[in-house]
């Protein structure tokens, strides 16, 4: 009906991708396994989420995820490709350069390139990346990924050192892990032929390639070609390729058509004949047409429309077969993201108390995850227990994460929490009685006789989201605490969640639920706890999570980082966890190549094939 | 006749000018503004002021209205961020599939709903007039999102005959020619159209059956279905043309919703999914242009129902 | 404001005077006599008020005998076919009880029907009113400004609305009532319009009553019969809204019930056939809308006997 969750597009995710090893096929295949040539493979898009920008180089108001993962990623192919099977690593195969080379303390960088070709016959060279890079540097402002202080203020230089090299100067030692799989994945060779500021210039006249100053005039030119929708199948520009894919047909409505790139160089070769994404008005339109069994070959099942599983199901696909064609076989498509609440450390009423650890600590106890995750999301989605998911199992989820985590639902935990922090049951209500900084009071500012009466403001449309929600309050009334839900659209929630400058006054929220906060291919705490920080909603200022976030920057160790995963998840700092729910996808049984689904949300239909 | 053509002409116009001049200030007035919304959570404040000075946001609102109504005068309406195109290209993309939609609703409607309201008005309270008119209420009555849902199931899923979803095409060509992907959301919008209009025209045929010239066309030896058809039905509907034009905004409303249950983006729905987003250049034009169509739709009404009723004189 | 297009009982054609209808002989039996007459004898009218009534005694004296759980949550409970756990419709999915559910949301979307169709009528009919009586430049103003409200469709100003305030319930039927003001409006200038002119209202100006006067004690009354058919409709057609505005995402939400969200939030369980979301709410609403056009109905065929009686 309504629109599916909402995404929320870091910056790193924008360039990220991945893919199936080449080669393997599915094991949930249940059709004969010897791939065809040819064919047609019919995408459903999420509703609402239609691509409709093309230049790689996305600006803020143009960032949709699903133009950069299920669009521009087929066509023009970042440098690094991150996702191997359903985990987000980097995927050496489909990158375009051999993994990158630190050297000097890990301050310089060196990139060496694959031989891959442009569709024009171009080959793609250092150059073409240093055309990025030079117009990262000009155009950061307009830059939808652009964290300042990252990327690209880190990298103080950038040398075509031959043809085939490209090597970077950084301003410190950062982590490779990090580096590489947030900071250079945001590169996208452009081709020499896009240099240039007139339709009938030749290519690398624009002189951007070699020099930042004459970028502005090169980005405009590109920017207003990409304005131009219309004009996307018959556009030369965008018809230079170096991905699998070029474009066939595309409308305003979201209808895309691709044809395989001829000159494609890389490992794995499109067998399909076409690949075409369907734009849908709603979840259940989109449904109604999947169940038909004919014109979609992949596609997302709507939460309602899944059959309840079961608990002691150790699959996470439904039991049965939820449709009523049997054309389908099912993976499920995990989120590499953070479901949390965020909670306002500024709030002038309760700003004070939310800064507490027990008081946190009693909220997150409040929240039925595992009821949530088998009634809310019919049993598909898993207890979010700290800043990394579980789902699917990976390197990055420490110790502290495992299992049901530090706080897994207990409600008499959370009433004894408050209690033995000088608070009281007064009708119904939690109310501090022991106002002070010791041990067993309230807390530092925390004014004696306040009472609990927190708001939570969401963004509306989930029906999931609903339903915890409401249980969320449910229960922790029961704890003394008076949880007022309050659902907005999602631009007002987010309004207001960002609203929050200088003046205090505008810091109404208290605590606000708006979905997840999706990963790059490293998921680093730098968007959510260094002071400042554009998704630090919630104005944390913890020195020592400041340094121990840091430290995974500079410091590529998974000791380091599980250090940081250890503290987030025990401090709960500016954030509640909330239930982390996967997609169940539906794809053709008579097809391959599709399982499992990249956590980053990108596709690679290069390596779909219909079997016998 | 022509100083009231021309007076009404002039008030549509001034109307039409305070439409949007009320959607505008509606829009500008509510909390948060436009520049989030588009922007997207992690821009910084200044990409936020950035983006506001480009569009003028800062500027007073009567400033604002200006500009946006100047560049009404030369054709454009805007630009929306969010779809990427400009509002003047997605409205002349989208409105005339709706138009599509709401054309052949009527027009099925129509064709059902006056023999269905003359029969009810000739064999009035009858076993036949009640329980049309219970199943004419029955339909009125239920939610159109339910309506669109019931159908699906009966007719797509229990009974495979018709598509759940309707013509995808970008020509209307092509959407008049997928006659079974049709069938489902016109049957949807013009089922409770179907109620309202054979009530009027009931209710219309009623009393036009117990005026003088009827019963003085019965005692001449008349038939009774000649004096129907001749002269009863060409009074009766004289009063449906002016319900044609009333329905207007009920039609957008209810095309808004078949568009989103049968994956048929028109202007209903792109007008709901830009409301969300606060996309208010798409907002402001589907106003105006939907506005025009309400007044110019009902002051086609009022002259065709001064044009067809001699009695009716207009100063 | 409507959803639907409107029925023939809530349109007059009001650019034209209509003739007042006068009759020569006094009447055998009394106006209202008549009209109730005319009323009882409609069946229809007979089932629409028994129906209404049965609802308003289910929403409001049902809780009264049949306690639940409304304010606690259970979603370990959720989902339960009618028949398990003592809930007779089973249970919604937060856990509610499904029929108390039901009283509960009835409640609401009786209240938001009956409220902002009292508000639109009153605000509808004073404005009229005035309108039609005074004349001139004045009414010429105020019905633009009816027209120029007529000529946004009442869903868009609605989304418009909703889209940026989540709203409440009082919201809401500010809202609702913001755009049904205009038919009544419309209705009652064209009465007044035809009622100015006689006989009484001209007496009561020359024996020195002002204007007020007037429209309150002469106009009013006379036009009543109009101003209560279109009350009926409106508040068949507010509950028709709320349920297209929780379709659509932007109606009141929860921990709020209503028919409408309570139809919406179900039917999203379609294939999982959790039937007892869905038809309960759905047929409430079909039935109170039913009924309460059959009421409207016949109260116009009752009242248009009283004027051609007059």
């Not at chain 1, 395989?260 to 076409?274: D, F, R, W």
């Not at chain 1, 966890?577 to 689904?597: E, I, K, L, Q």
Request: with cysteine; charged share 10%.
């Amino acid at each position: 009906m309504f629109n599916g969750r909402r995404w929320l597009v870091p910056v790193a995710t924008l360039t990220v991708l991945g893919s199936l090893v080449a080669g393997c096929g599915s094991s949930n295949n249940a059709g004969g396994t010897t791939p065809q040539q040819g064919g047609t493979a019919t995408w459903a898009e999420l509703s609402g989420a239609s691509p409709n920008w093309i230049f790689p180089f996305v600006d803020s108001a143009h960032n949709s995820v699903n133009s950069v993962t299920q669009f521009e990623n087929l066509m023009y192919r970042p440098l690094y490709w991150f996702g191997n099977g359903n985990q987000p690593t980097i995927n050496d195969s489909l990158s375009l350069a051999a993994e990158p080379i630190y050297q000097n303390n890990n301050t310089t960088v060196v990139m060496n390139l694959k031989p891959y070709v442009w569709s024009n016959g171009e080959k793609m060279t250092a150059q073409d990346v240093q055309f990025w890079m030079n117009m990262m540097f000009a155009e950061k402002a307009n830059w939808a990924g652009y964290v300042p202080t990252e990327f690209p203020d880190n990298v103080k230089t950038v040398t075509v050192t031959s043809p085939t090299q490209i090597t970077m100067t950084l301003d410190n030692t950062y982590s490779n892990t990090w580096f590489t799989g947030n900071e250079l994945a945001q590169i996208t060779p452009m081709p020499l032929a896009w240099d240039k500021t007139s339709d009938s210039a030749a290519p690398g006249s624009g002189g951007c390639s070699t020099d930042q100053n004459k970028c502005d005039a090169v980005y405009q030119y590109l920017y207003n070609k990409s304005k131009n929708l219309s004009t996307y199948q018959s556009e030369p520009l965008w018809q230079i390729v170096d991905g699998p894919w070029k474009l066939k047909t595309f409308d305003s409505d979201g209808n895309v058509t691709m044809v395989p790139n001829p000159t494609y160089s890389g490992p794995v070769k499109p067998k399909l004949a076409e690949f075409k994404e369907l734009p849908f008005t709603s979840d259940t339109a989109e449904f109604n047409v999947l169940r038909g069994g004919n014109t979609i070959n992949v596609g997302d099942i709507p939460i309602t429309d899944l059959p309840q599983r079961s608990v002691t199901s150790s699959s996470p696909l439904p039991d049965h077969n939820p449709m009523p064609s049997t054309n389908y076989t099912y993976a499920p498509n995990y989120v590499w993201g953070w479901s949390y609440a965020p909670i306002n450390y500024a709030n002038p009423t309760y700003g004070p108390a939310l800064k507490q650890l027990y008081f946190r600590q009693a909220l997150q106890l409040t929240i039925d995850q595992k009821t949530d995750d088998q009634v809310a999301w019919r049993g598909y989605a898993v207890p979010m227990t700290g800043p990394i998911p579980t789902a699917p199992p990976n390197q990055f989820a420490s110790q502290a994460e495992q299992g049901d985590g530090p706080y897994a639902f207990n409600i008499g935990r959370a009433k004894n929490l408050l209690t033995s922090h000088g608070w009281t049951m007064q009708n119904g209500t939690m109310t501090c009685t022991s106002a002070g900084s010791a041990p067993n009071q309230c807390g530092d500012g925390v004014p004696a006789g306040q009472a609990l009466h927190l708001t939570l403001e969401y963004a509306n449309g989930v029906k999931s989201v609903d339903q915890i929600v409401q249980q969320w309050k449910s229960d922790a009334s029961q704890a003394g605490i008076d949880i007022t839900i309050n659902a907005q659209p999602f631009n007002t929630v987010i309004s207001d969640t960002t609203s929050c400058g200088q003046k205090a006054s505008t810091c109404g929220w208290q605590m606000a639920l708006f979905g997840y906060e999706t990963y790059g291919a490293v998921p680093t705490g730098d968007p959510f706890f260094l002071p400042g920080s554009a998704i630090n909603y919630g104005s944390v200022n913890d020195p020592h999570l400041t340094d121990l976030t840091n430290k995974t920057l500079h410091d590529g160790s998974m000791t380091t980082f599980h250090q940081y995963v250890d503290y987030v998840a025990q401090q709960l700092p500016g954030a509640l966890n909330t239930p982390d729910s996967y997609f169940v996808y539906a794809y053709s049984r008579n097809m391959g190549g599709v399982a499992p689904f990249n956590p980053l949300g990108v596709i690679t239909p290069e390596n779909w094939y219909f079997t016998k | 006749m022509a100083a009231y053509l021309v007076r009404r002409v002039l008030q549509s116009i001034l109307v039409i000018l305070l439409v949007s001049l009320v959607t505008f200030t509606l829009l500008h007035l509510l909390p948060g503004g436009p520049a989030r919304a588009i922007l997207g959570p992690r821009a910084t404040s200044q990409q936020l002021q950035q983006f506001i000075v480009q569009n003028h946001y800062d500027k007073p609102l009567i400033l604002q209205f200006g500009l946006w109504f100047n560049d009404l005068l030369h054709g454009n309406l805007g630009y929306s961020y969010h779809l990427n195109e400009n509002v003047a290209s997605l409205i002349a993309d989208r409105l005339p599939k709706t138009i599509v939609l709401m054309l052949l609703s009527i027009v099925v409607a129509l064709l059902i709903a006056i023999p269905l309201g003359v029969y009810q008005a000739r064999k009035r309270n009858t076993v036949g007039d009640y329980v049309l008119t219970g199943f004419s209420f029955l339909f009125y009555a239920m939610p159109s999102f339910l309506l669109g849902l019931l159908l699906i199931i009966l007719f797509s899923f229990v009974l495979p005959w018709f598509s759940p979803e309707a013509p995808q095409s970008d020509s209307l060509g092509a959407i008049l020619a997928d006659g079974n992907a049709l069938v489902l959301p016109v049957a949807t919008l013009a089922l409770i159209t179907i109620a309202a209009f054979s009530r009027y025209t009931r209710s219309s045929v009623m009393e036009n059956l117990t005026q003088d010239y009827v019963r003085t066309a019965a005692a001449n030896g008349a038939k009774d279905s000649r004096i129907v058809v001749k002269h009863v039905l060409r009074n009766a509907l004289i009063p449906v043309v002016t319900l044609l034009g009333l329905s207007l905004p009920a039609l957008f409303a209810g095309a808004l919703i078949v568009e989103s249950v049968f994956n048929y983006p028109g202007m209903g729905f792109l007008f709901w999914q830009e409301a969300i987003v606060r996309d208010y250049p798409v907002l402001l034009g589907v106003t105006l242009v939907v506005a025009i169509a309400t007044v110019v739709g009902s002051l086609l009404a009022d002259i065709a129902y001064a044009v067809l009723d001699p009695r009716v004189k207009y100063a | 404001m409507t959803i639907n297009p409107p029925l023939p009982e809530q349109v007059h054609v009001s650019d034209t005077v209509a003739a007042p209808v006068d009759s020569g002989d006094a009447p055998p039996k009394s106006m209202w006599r008549l009209g109730l007459e005319v009323f009882l004898a409609n069946r229809l009218a007979i089932v629409g008020l028994v129906v209404v009534l049965l609802f308003v005694a289910f929403c409001f004296l049902g809780p009264l005998l049949y306690h639940t759980e409304q304010l606690r949550t259970d979603l370990a409970q959720a989902n339960q076919p009618p028949g398990t756990g003592g809930h007779p419709l089973g249970t919604d999915d937060v856990g509610y009880d499904e029929l108390g559910r039901l009283m509960v949301g009835g409640q609401s979307s009786l209240e938001i029907g009956i409220a902002a169709a009292v508000m639109a009528t009153i605000v509808g009919t004073l404005w009229g009113a005035i309108a039609g009586y005074l004349g001139g430049w004045v009414d010429a103003i105020m019905m633009r400004v009816v027209d120029t409200l007529l000529a946004i469709p009442g869903l868009f100003l609605l989304l418009l609305l909703v889209a940026i305030f989540t709203p409440s319930t009082g919201l809401l039927i500010v809202v609702i009532a913001f755009g049904a003001w205009l038919t009544p409006a419309r209705l009652v200038r064209g009465e007044t319009l035809s009622l100015r002119t006689r006989e009484y209202v001209q007496a009561a100006k020359m024996m020195g009553g002002g204007n007020r006067r007037a429209i309150l004690k002469h106009i009013t009354p006379n036009a009543i019969g109009t101003i209560v058919v279109n009350a009926t409709f409106q508040v068949a057609d507010a509950i028709l809204i709320v349920a297209a505005l929780s379709f659509l995402g932007l109606g009141v939400p929860p921990p709020h019930a209503d028919w409408g969200n309570m139809l919406s939030d179900g039917t999203a369980f379609t294939q999982n056939g959790y039937w007892w979301m869905i038809l309960p709410p759905g047929l409430a609403i079909v039935l109170v809308v039913v009924a309460f056009n059959f009421l409207g109905d016949a109260l116009r065929d009752a009242f248009e006997v009283r004027l051609r009686r007059r």
